[in-house]
């Protein structure tokens, strides 16, 4: 028999209560029936993760709410991939691996542990948590521009202005703030623009 007092919380793990109703027709004849129900694990909260590009990430801390072991975690990446790859380590008690490029914002991560329940059968459950990648520093950060000053007589084109940054940096260009007229190519290599009017 189970007996539970209220607003206390049962343990993980399979239950089973049985059930007979007693009527006039059939009297105390009845079937007795069983009826079972489990109580799931929960994962413990992961925090809000930063990391910075090209580094190593630590191990972040993954456990079930009762301690119970975990046997195998996954993980997976709403929306764009390829900004952190995330491995189980050998004990299945967090995640390590290398922050491999910058997200433009805050990224979600769904984590899947396994378990074995008190009847010795496989659950799974899942959680997420936020993550962002930060850019690595930049030093001796330079930038070359070159036909930067021009004297155009009216109605004759523009040479194209081209504008090249140290290795590492990110060149961005805000198109609704460039005058009438001028216009963009990302062309070369990802640090060159080639600007036309």
Known sequence: ????????????GVYSFKAKAIDGHFGNNN?????????????????????????AIPNVPISLTNGT???????????EEGFVRLDSNSNNNGLAGYALKKT???????VTATYLNNENESRQIKTRFTYE?????VSNLSLLITNDRQ????????KD??????????????ESK????VTYDKVFKEDCWNWTI
């Open 1 to 12: 028999m189970l007996s539970q007092k209220c607003r206390s919380t049962l343990p993980p």
């Open 31 to 55: 079937v007795v029936r069983t009826f079972k129900f489990e109580v799931l694990e929960g994962l413990n909260n992961i925090p809000d993760q930063t990391w910075q590009e090209g580094q």
């Open 69 to 79: 072991n975990i046997t195998n975690l996954s993980v997976e990446y709403e929306g």
């Open 104 to 110: 433009a914002g805050k990224k979600t991560a769904i």
């Open 133 to 137: 990648v930060t850019p690595r520093p």
């Open 151 to 158: 004297t155009i007589v009216e109605g004759n084109r523009f």
């Open 161 to 174: 202005i081209q504008l090249n940054a140290s290795d590492g940096a990110e060149l961005n260009v805000e």
């Open 178 to 181: 460039l005058p009438n007229g």
